[in-house]
């Protein structure tokens, strides 16, 4: 490889580029990382761990309420925004360190400008400088969308969300994803007056049916507003500053921010692929084989700029296997069945494999268990609030789905998702002795 400037190039320091970045380093590869934001990409610094950090903010309004049925005496308890901002976003800082002390310590150059692609190896910087590579990674990921109704310009994404100077006193959140609700959640616990707007009439499509509906009523019980099959048709900015919103089906609505939230674009644009011939999608994502090869050998792609599964541990499995078989002598691949996802909402939803309609459509007859409870906790609360758990087996009794909606949650379906890879049965959960008393029970107690 002594004909080129490094055996690696990658463009994007997310969780996919830097896990194959390190990886190949450690197997004795010469790479460099070309990064124009800052290292750990939407993950880290704009994505699911600041927001995770601004959800458990958030619970604790419902928690400092519930605390007085426990006997504790919690009196004029005040939130202040500025407070949680700052230390989600010191967090990240600490976190975009080490991940940057990752690369180093594995010799991993670290290129903080944009490049783009003017070859098959041959990478060209912002500042004009051209360099080559054996292998050129693409690990942009990808941007949120943004509709382009008129005056979509007075709104915000998920990427303005975490660095606001004071919590709007109405928002209005387009989307019926992840995101949306996530944020939906986040923002009415903290008393913002939220309300979702969605084209369709379905809200997080892949989630198991019943778990959705569940959601849906627990949130309207919360205080958010559903505006459903409701397209923009414009945004007005006010003399006030507040934004007056029309929209189909609907009658007009006046908030003080609109936020964004409808799926996201990979991150392909002006990378000059499509003139090398590397074959996108409609959407701009790469076309890439099970070993993450585009259409040109030497260019590959991990992570969300490819628009396979858009979650942080697939980039990550996709980027070690990149690296451990371009470097490492060993080919490896990545299994995308039994992938576990969370939403973490009000409460969170979670699921793995099949749901209910996904099962009945493909294997026909199976058996469908359900626990619908009010956890412990909410009981002496006097919350009403309840959980719904639901397993889904095939004819010869195998687990094929898991889906839970409850407090916890995903920390709970971590564990189960195991026994789903591993093709375990509902006689095995059965003959599992429960743990007493958890939420968790309920897995192995379905009837």
């Not at 049916?209 to 923009?232: M, N, P, V, W, Y």
């Amino acid at each position: 490889m002594a004909d080129y400037d490094y055996d690696l190039f990658t463009i994007g320091a997310g969780s996919g580029g830097v896990r194959a970045s390190r990886v190949a380093a450690a197997h004795g590869a010469k790479v460099a990382v070309a990064e124009e934001h800052r290292v750990g990409g939407t993950c880290v610094i704009r994505g699911c761990v600041p927001k995770k950090m601004l959800v458990y903010g958030a619970h604790f309004a419902e928690d400092l309420q519930d605390a007085r049925a426990f006997g504790w005496t919690v009196e004029n308890f005040t939130f202040d925004w500025k407070v949680l901002r700052d230390n989600v976003l010191k967090d990240v800082d600490r976190l975009n360190g080490l991940y940057t002390q990752t690369l180093e310590n594995h010799k991993v150059e670290i290129i903080h400008q944009r490049a783009t692609v003017t070859g098959p190896n041959e990478v060209t910087l912002a500042d004009g400088r051209k360099v080559t590579a054996k292998y050129i990674l693409i690990a942009t990921g990808a941007r949120p969308h943004v509709p382009g109704c008129p005056g979509h310009e007075h709104g915000i994404t998920s990427n303005e969300a975490f660095h606001l100077d004071a919590l709007p006193k109405r928002i209005l959140i387009a989307g019926g994803g992840y995101i949306a609700n996530e944020f939906a959640g986040i923002f009415n616990e903290f008393g913002t007056s939220v309300t979702i707007i969605n084209r369709s009439d379905q809200l997080l499509r892949g989630y198991d049916e019943q778990l959705r509906d569940r959601l849906l009523q627990i949130s309207i019980t919360k205080g958010i507003d559903f505006r459903l099959k409701a397209e923009f048709r414009g945004i007005e900015k006010l003399e006030n500053g507040a934004l007056k919103v029309s929209m189909t089906n609907h009658d007009d609505l006046e908030v003080d921010c609109v936020m964004f939230a409808t799926g996201r674009l990979p991150n392909t644009e002006g990378l000059g692929l499509e003139a090398l011939g590397v074959e996108l999608g409609e959407r701009g994502s790469i076309k890439v084989d099970r070993f993450s090869k585009s259409s040109v050998d030497s260019i590959y792609a991990v992570g969300d700029v490819t628009d396979r599964i858009q979650l942080t541990p697939v980039a990550i499995r996709e980027g070690q296997a990149f690296a451990d078989t371009l470097f490492g002598n060993k080919p490896t691949t990545v299994d995308y069945n039994h992938v576990p996802s969370a939403v973490f909402s009000h409460p969170p939803m979670c699921g793995v494999g099949m749901t209910e309609s996904q099962a009945r459509n493909e294997l026909g007859a199976i058996r469908v268990y359900t626990s619908d409870f009010r956890p412990m906790k909410n009981v002496l609360a006097g919350r009403n609030e309840r959980s719904l758990y639901k397993m889904i087996c095939d004819e010869a009794d195998k687990v094929v789905g898991i889906h839970l909606l409850g407090p916890d949650a995903p920390e709970i379906l971590q564990a189960a998702a195991v026994a789903v890879k591993a093709g375990l049965t509902k006689a095995d959960f059965d003959a599992t002795v429960a743990i007493h008393p958890t939420m968790a029970e309920e897995l192995v107690l379905m009837r």
